[in-house]
Antibody, heavy 117, light 111 residues
Framework: EMQLVESGGSVVQPGGSLRLSCAAS????????MNWVRQAPGKGLEWVSG????????YYGGSVTGRFTISRDNSENTLFLEMDSLTADDTGIYYC??????????WGQGTRVTVSS | DIVLTQSPLSLPVTPGEPASISCKSS???????????LDWYLQKAGHSPQLLIY???NRASGVPDRFSGSGSGTAFTLEISRVEAEDVGIYYC?????????FGQGTKLEI
């Protein structure tokens, strides 16, 4: 069974840093581009970042460019999101999303990030 | 950037009746590989988004056949043939043609 399990969410102070992880299983991880999508409390969905299968191309949404870094370890089937200079606007649930060219997308259950003093 | 516009934003329905949600894109979502990168999701209260339809018209595994997706280019529709009480929630369309991927504003279906 294909599965994505996020971890690393917690409460962090403004200006702080956090590293999220997403463990993948049940599919050939390096065959697929991966993404992070987030949802602020009571708000809609926002795409945050994406990375291709080899990790050679990365993409960011405008609100996180320069502060967040996406990466992957294909030997460990794990996706990461390094988040720096966090603000209250970064509070929300962060989802890991598998998105292949012609295959069915897969979402994890999410990990909660709270930026608060 | 591609902008997705959903309508209506609120959809009161009666169980057993059909329902329809529109999603219009600012650019065609047809890729040169022939795939159309438009997905539909349902988010029930307190839960993560649940995939309903991917690549415009492919029903996701385990999704009841009362859900269907149609459309091409810039205009797409999600249809529910007979609404059930468990279909309550917020429906989102999402484009994955090009980054930044984007979502519609969401349509709240209420009974």
């Amino acid at each position: 069974e294909m599965q994505l399990v996020e971890s690393g969410g917690s409460v962090v102070q403004p200006g702080g840093s956090l590293r999220l992880s997403c463990a993948a299983s049940g599919f050939t991880f390096d065959n697929y581009a991966m993404n992070w999508v987030r949802q602020a409390p009571g708000k809609g969905l926002e795409w945050v970042s994406g990375i291709n299968g080899r990790g050679s191309s990365v993409y960011y949404g405008g609100s996180v460019t320069g502060r967040f870094t996406i990466s992957r370890d294909n030997s460990e089937n794990t996706l990461f999101l390094e988040m720096d200079s966090l603000t209250a606007d970064d509070t929300g649930i962060y989802y890991c999303v598998k998105r292949g060219r012609g295959s069915q997308p897969l979402w994890g259950q999410g990990t909660r990030v709270t930026v608060s003093s | 950037d591609i902008v997705l516009t959903q309508s209506p934003l609120s959809l009161p329905v009666t169980p057993g009746e059909p329902a329809s949600i529109s999603c219009k894109s600012s650019q065609s979502l047809l890729h040169t590989n022939g795939y159309t990168y438009l997905d539909w999701y349902l988010q029930k209260a307190g839960h993560s988004p649940q995939l309903l339809i991917y690549l415009g018209s492919n029903r996701a595994s385990g999704v009841p056949d009362r859900f269907s997706g149609s459309g091409s280019g810039t205009a797409f529709t999600l249809e529910i043939s007979r609404v059930e009480a468990e279909d309550v929630g917020i429906y989102y369309c999402m484009q994955a043609l090009q980054t930044p991927y984007s979502f519609g504003q969401g349509t709240k279906l209420e009974i």
